[in-house]
């Protein structure tokens, strides 16, 4: 199958750590991606991952790819109110027209 | 500055009456695409476009229709509108390497089938 699943809702106190979970089901898949989808807007890349990876560090973000489990995450240390959105997990694989596969999203919330 | 447009922004239209959801990009993107998202579903993919001419169709393909004349321009027509087609569309574009690459975003249109 093709399904990229994540939980639809996530709730932080602002100061903590934030971890949003995606499974997917594609071995084959090349990349993987989190898009951040803010009110009102399109989606936006906000980090990406290649499949031979296993972690990776960006500033505020990490993630992190376990291929044997087809389990990826998306860690936002010192979460923010500016970072409640609709995070969005995607993979992309080659299937001669290439696919990206969108997941539902997970909508964080931040309390100040 | 780089950027995807589409028009309308939002729209309230009636079941059967014609309508295009126009979408241009100014990055020189080989690769377009329509996406529609619903609560719950996420993005689901309408029909995408590799290159000028070459159109191919996504998941859920019926009741739209795309055409590619121009490599800036990917509109998406509905036909015959009905209410279950009432969605939020995104039109993206991207620069594909051989192993896949980012999409640049449009900032949607919220269509309404009465």
């Known amino acids: 199958g093709e399904d990229v699943e994540q939980s639809l809702f996530l709730s932080v106190r602002e100061g903590d750590s934030s971890v949003i979970n995606c499974t997917y089901t594609d071995s084959s898949s090349t990349y993987l991606y989190w898009y951040k989808q803010e009110p009102g807007a399109g989606l936006q890349l906000l980090t990406y991952?290649?499949?031979?990876?296993d972690m990776k560090q960006d500033q505020r973000l990490t993630v992190l790819l376990n291929k044997k489990d087809k389990h990826l995450s998306l860690r936002i240390a010192d979460t923010q109110t500016g970072d409640s959105a609709i995070y969005f997990c995607?993979?992309?694989?080659?299937?001669?027209?290439?696919?990206?596969?969108f997941g539902a999203g997970t909508r964080l919330f931040v309390k100040a | 500055e780089a950027q995807v447009t589409q028009n309308p922004r939002y729209l309230i239209t009636v079941t059967g009456k014609k309508l295009t959801v126009t979408c241009s990009q100014n990055?020189?993107?080989?690769?377009m695409s329509w996406y529609r998202q619903d609560p719950g579903l996420g993005l689901r993919q309408i029909y995408y476009?590799?290159?000028?001419?070459?159109?191919d169709k996504g998941d859920v393909p019926e009741g739209y229709k795309v055409s590619r004349k121009e490599k800036r321009n990917f509109p998406l027509i509905l036909e015959s509108p009905s209410p279950n087609q009432t969605s939020l569309y995104f039109c993206?574009?991207?620069?594909?390497?051989?192993?896949?690459?980012?999409?640049?975003f449009g900032e949607g249109s919220r269509l309404t089938v009465l």
């Open positions: 990055m020189n993107h080989e690769y």
């Open positions: 991952i290649f499949s031979n990876m």
């Open positions: 476009s590799m290159n000028v001419e070459v159109t």
């Open positions: 995607a993979e992309s694989k080659d299937t001669g027209g290439f696919k990206t596969i």
């Open positions: 993206a574009s991207s620069l594909r390497t051989r192993f896949g690459g980012e999409l640049f």
